[in-house]
T-cell receptor
Framework: GAVVSQHPSRVICKSGTSVKIECRSLDFQATTMFWYRQFPKQSLMLMATSNEGSKATYEQGVEKDKFLINHASLTLSTLTVTSAHPEDSSFYIC?????????????FGDGTRLSIL | AQKITQTQPGMFVQEKEAVTLDCTYDTSDPSYGLFWYKQPSSGEMIFLIYQGSYDQQNATEGRYSLNFQKARKSANLVISASQLGDSAMYFCAMREGANSGGYQKVTFGIGTKLQVIP
C-alpha cells in the first residue's frame, strides 16, 4: 500500500488563487521530504528539500516566496503555491525518505495536477 | 554536466521479450546509490530497483535486474518477459553520498518511454 499520501490529486482554480498541497508519510517518520515539479513529457525537477523543523532548501531558480514550504511535523510537509498563475500549471509530486535510510528509495506521493485558468 | 544520462527517448519491445533501458551517470563521490523508477500515465512514481556503489552483485527484483558496470558508470535496467503493463516512462536516478547518514537529494534522468507491443 501507499506509504506517502499526497492531497489533493487534482486542482483547477482561477488565476490569483493560492493552492496548498499536502504530503504525508503514512507509516514512517520523514525528517526530509522533497518537492518536485514535472512538465509534460519531461523529467522531475527538484524544487526544494523540506526539512522538519527548519527552513526548506530551495533549488536555484525556484522562488521561495512563490512556493512556500512548511514541514511542521515528521509526517507532514505542505507546499503552497501563492497567487498562482497559468504558468504555474504543472504536475507537482512529493517524496519522503525514512530517517537515517542511506540506501533506501524515496517514496513518492501520487502527485497533484494543478491547472490554473 | 548531466549527472544522469538516458539516451533512449523511446523504446519498443514485443510482449514476452526482454528489453534493456540504458543509463549512465557521472559522479566523483565514491558513495552513491542508483535507482530506477517507473511512471505510468497516471503519474505516480513506482520504485523498481536499487544499486549501491559498494554492492558487489547486480541488483535483481523479480523481472527487473540492474546491469551495474561501475568502471563504465552505467546502470542499465533489464526487464525480462515484458508485459503490456510495463508500458510507461522509466527514470534512472542517482543519490550521491548514499552512506553519509543524511539523506541527499536525488537527481533524475530525462526518462525513457517504453511501449510494449502485443
Amino acid at each position: 500500500g501507499a506509504v506517502v499520501s499526497q492531497h489533493p490529486s487534482r486542482v483547477i482554480c482561477k488565476s490569483g488563487t493560492s493552492v496548498k498541497i499536502e504530503c504525508r508519510s503514512l507509516d514512517f517518520q520523514a525528517t526530509t521530504m522533497f518537492w518536485y515539479r514535472q512538465f509534460p513529457k519531461q523529467s522531475l525537477m527538484l524544487m526544494a528539500t523540506s526539512n522538519e523543523g527548519s527552513k526548506a532548501t530551495y533549488e536555484q531558480g525556484v522562488e521561495k516566496d512563490k512556493f512556500l514550504i512548511n514541514h511542521a511535523s515528521l509526517t507532514l510537509s505542505t507546499l503552497t503555491v501563492t497567487s498562482a498563475h497559468p504558468e504555474d500549471s504543472s504536475f507537482y509530486i512529493c517524496s519522503a525518505a525514512k530517517t537515517g535510510s542511506g540506501n533506501q528509495p524515496q517514496h513518492f506521493g501520487d502527485g497533484t495536477r494543478l491547472s490554473i485558468l | 554536466a548531466q549527472k544522469i544520462t538516458q539516451t533512449q527517448p523511446g523504446m519498443f519491445v514485443q510482449e514476452k521479450e526482454a528489453v534493456t533501458l540504458d543509463c549512465t551517470y557521472d559522479t566523483s563521490d565514491p558513495s552513491y546509490g542508483l535507482f530506477w523508477y517507473k511512471q505510468p500515465s497516471s503519474g505516480e512514481m513506482i520504485f523498481l530497483i536499487y544499486q549501491g556503489s559498494y554492492d558487489q552483485q547486480n541488483a535483481t527484483e523479480g523481472r527487473y535486474s540492474l546491469n551495474f558496470q561501475k568502471a563504465r558508470k552505467s546502470a542499465n535496467l533489464v526487464i525480462s518477459a515484458s508485459q503490456l503493463g510495463d508500458s510507461a516512462m522509466y527514470f534512472c536516478a542517482m543519490r550521491e553520498g548514499a552512506n553519509s547518514g543524511g539523506y541527499q537529494k536525488v537527481t533524475f534522468g530525462i526518462g525513457t518511454k517504453l511501449q510494449v507491443i502485443p
